[in-house]
Structures are given as structure tokens and as C-alpha cells.
T-cell receptor
């Protein structure tokens, strides 16, 4: 029944490794997002995809590469992980258009050691 | 720069009291103003939202007041309950060309409701 599901929920990895976070939504939404929440709980958008097409990339380092195989999935691949990448990453989705609610997943807590 | 400013950073309220969280914004391109509630270990969830052509919106114990000329909006939680203890984020939304919305969040308010 989960609307927006992310895996894994926790990810601990060493600096320099490459990792992926998967996201799936079953709400029939056309738009999906990745948001990053830092240690001070500040939430900031990273990417937005609409129908598998990249809409915005908010000055995210190119070590981060989102991939959308279809409009229900938006995965996030991170290369050469750095200590500063440690954060909680949230996937979200919404309908296209103004005034639409964004539904968030439970988050993936990434810890780089 | 912080496009959406939120205060206070933390708030302690007695059960049954009123919790008030304030936000201010600069960008007049924002076209929708939602409030999100986040519990530990969970993702943010929409609580209530308002369009800028409306001055107040009430849903149950939650009310948004919106002042377009001052570029300020606030969340009031009436009869606050211990179950309301969470982090609250105001946000301002921009409709994206190509689809979807970009949410710009405030810095969050950690609310604790004491018995």
C-alpha cells in the first residue's frame, strides 16, 4: 500500500564507493523528485523528473545521477561518495500542475564513513 | 540565501495551548504555500496548504493565515496535543515549466507539546 517507497532505508558506506537508492511510486503521478535533508534538517530539492524527463537539477554535483526508467521509478546513483554526502535523501512524487501535493517516501539515511 | 525564513526554531507548548509558527518569503513567483509535518524517521507529510489569493484556511485544529502584502504566513495549531509533537516545515512552491512543483522549505520548527 506504500505510496512512495524507497530502498534501502539505511545505507552505510565508505568514502569513494558508488551506491544507488531506489524509489518507486504507485500513485500514478507524472512527476518525481529527490530532496536532500541535511544534519540540521534543512530540506532542499535536488532533481525533478516529469514523465522520465529531467526538469530541474539544482546545482547538484555530477557525481549524482538520477535515472528514471519509467514514470513510476526514479533512482539515484551516487559515484565517489564523500563525507559531505551524508544526509537523508527523500524521494517524492506529485501530479503535474499547480497546487499539487508532493508525497514523500520514508527517506534513506546515507552515512559515509 | 534563505528564501523562506521560519521561526521559531523550537517551541514548547502546554497541552491545550496554541502553537504558532511564522514564515516569511521574498520571491513573488511562489504560487502555493504548504505546511509539512515530519515525525522522526519519517518523510514530510502535507498538513495544510493555501493559495496566495486566500487570507486564511482552516482544517480542524490547523489554520494558515496568509498576508500577501507582507509576504508572511503562519500556522496556528489550536488545542495542541502531545501527538502534535513533530517538526513543522513551511514551504513555498513554484510551478515548474515542464511539469511539477519545486518546494522551497523553511528551516523547520521542532514543536514539543507537554502534558
Amino acid at each position: 500500500d506504500t505510496a512512495v517507497s524507497q530502498t534501502p532505508k539505511y545505507l552505510v558506506t565508505q568514502m569513494g564507493n558508488d551506491k544507488s537508492i531506489k524509489c518507486e511510486q504507485n500513485l500514478g503521478h507524472d512527476t518525481m523528485y529527490w530532496y536532500k535533508q541535511d544534519s540540521k534538517k534543512f530540506l532542499k530539492i535536488m532533481f525533478s523528473y516529469n514523465n522520465k524527463e529531467l526538469i530541474i537539477n539544482e546545482t547538484v554535483p555530477n557525481r549524482f545521477s538520477p535515472k528514471s526508467p519509467d514514470k513510476a521509478h526514479l533512482n539515484l546513483h551516487i559515484n565517489s561518495l564523500e563525507l559531505g554526502d551524508s544526509a537523508v535523501y527523500f524521494c517524492a512524487s506529485s501530479h503535474t500542475g499547480a497546487d499539487t501535493e508532493a508525497f514523500f517516501g520514508q527517506g534513506t539515511r546515507l552515512t559515509v564513513v | 540565501q534563505q528564501q523562506v525564513k521560519q521561526s521559531p526554531q523550537s517551541l514548547i507548548v502546554q497541552k491545550g495551548g496554541i502553537s504558532i509558527i511564522n514564515c516569511a518569503y521574498e520571491n513573488t513567483a511562489f504560487d502555493y504555500f504548504p505546511w509539512y509535518q515530519q515525525f522522526p524517521g519519517k518523510g514530510p507529510a502535507l498538513l495544510i496548504a493555501i493559495r496566495p489569493d486566500v487570507s486564511e484556511k482552516k482544517e480542524g485544529r490547523f489554520t494558515i493565515s496568509f498576508n500577501k502584502s507582507a509576504k508572511q504566513f503562519s500556522l496556528h495549531i489550536m488545542d495542541s496535543q502531545p501527538g502534535d509533537s513533530a517538526t513543522y516545515f513551511c514551504a513555498a512552491s513554484t510551478t515548474l515549466t515542464g511539469g511539477g512543483n519545486k518546494l522551497t522549505f523553511g528551516t523547520g520548527t521542532q514543536l514539543k507539546v507537554e502534558l
